[in-house]
């Protein structure tokens, strides 16, 4: 088997492979299944800011009023229900011998600046800020909403020293300019991309209905353009998220610059067993083209960049006689 370990946050792992934040790694079951099928590490559930508000009796209109906002940043954090995750945090970190990352989703860095130390101090080995702020309304411009992913990772670094990654959503106008500046701002590494919770309306009953809980493979091939897009423009270390659903995919995102995968959905489908049919599957490639697995990442891009190219073409132009696939 060739080497597939991996630097992922400035972490070495033994495989590029990372369960991913779902409800599946909040159970420490679970995280030692991951670890025995060979995963690289584990990013425990989110803990969600609005679970922090709840908790604290403030409802949502309160808590979005800035005074409310500031006030509590003060100390809620420290007091509210956050205690149970920090509980997490540290159950995990004993029960298993790979990484922890702890994930928190926010939207106020204030807040999650305090936050994010306890969970420093709980023994994480890294962070995930899972920002998911969606500029819903029409007075807010994508500059002023990009601007507060910023602002999380500036105030999160100024308080942590364990490395800091940060998972973003494809809803993001300028990816590579995007990353670059999280990067600046002291991100280690960043998820393309989050997979939000989608909903339809059932036109009998005029519900709302989630929908798609599960990725298809065929989601990840979007994500692969932007794998590569930031590979080529960046050093960040980059984990793919979406749409794994067997070794060739897996492969594909390193070969297009992703030094880590990130797994959800087909352990949901497969059981943990997953973790080891992509590690064996990447590993059988590698041996077939001579190569560890620090070789294979970026390879295409670097071996291959005239054709690379092409994927940053987003229009049908020649596709009807092959030209753009051969
Ligand atoms: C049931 C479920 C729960 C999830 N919960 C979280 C979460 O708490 N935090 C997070 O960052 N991502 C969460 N995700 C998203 C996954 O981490 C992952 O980014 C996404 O599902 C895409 O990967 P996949 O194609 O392997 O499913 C969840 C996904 C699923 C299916």
Redesign the pocket.
């Known amino acids: 088997m060739p080497d597939i370990s991996t630097t992922y946050m400035g972490i070495k792992l033994k495989s590029p492979v990372v369960a ?5 790694t909040k159970d420490i079951d679970n995280l030692k299944k991951a670890e025995e099928a060979g995963a690289g590490a584990v ?1 425990l ?2 803990l ?1 800011e609005e679970e922090i508000r709840q908790d604290s009796g403030l409802d949502i209109d309160t808590a979005f009023h800035s005074e409310a906002y500031d006030y509590m940043s003060a100390d809620a954090a420290m007091v509210y229900g956050a205690g149970e995750y920090l509980e997490l945090v540290c159950k995990a970190v004993k029960a298993v011998s790979i990484p922890v990352i702890a ?1 928190v ?1 926010c939207e106020g860095g204030k807040w999650w600046a305090e936050y994010a130390k306890s969970i420093e101090e709980a023994g994480a080995h890294g962070i ?1 800020l ?1 920002i998911s702020f969606m500029p819903f309304d029409a007075g807010i411009s994508s500059q002023e909403a990009e601007s507060r992913y910023f602002e999380v990772v500036h105030e999160v670094k100024k308080t942590v020293k364990i490395p800091v990654a940060v ?1 973003i959503g494809q809803n993001i106008t300028a990816v590579p300019y995007m990353v670059r500046r999280l990067h600046s701002a002291g991100a280690s590494a960043v ?1 393309l ?3 939000y919770y989608q909903m339809k309306i059932n036109t009998k009953t005029l519900e709302l209905e989630p929908v798609h ?3 298809q493979e065929s ?2 091939y979007s994500v692969i353009r932007w794998v590569a897009a930031v590979a080529k423009e960046s050093s960040i270390d980059i984990s793919a ?5 067997n070794a060739d995919v897996l492969t594909q995102y390193i070969l297009a610059g992703a030094s880590t995968v ?7 489908k497969k059981g943990f067993s997953a973790v080891t049919e992509l590690n064996q599957g990447l590993g059988k490639w590698l041996d077939e083209h001579g190569m560890n697995l620090e070789d294979a990442v970026g390879l295409v891009l670097r071996k291959k960049i005239r054709q690379f190219q092409t994927l940053e073409r987003v229009q049908y132009i020649k596709i009807a006689d092959g030209s753009i696939i051969r």
Do not use: D
């Open positions: 991913a934040s779902s409800t599946l990013i559930k989110s969600f994930s989703n995930e899972n998972k998820t991309f989050n997979r809980y599960f990725s989601e990840a998220s979406t749409g794994v659903h990130q797994v959800a959905s087909m352990l949901y």
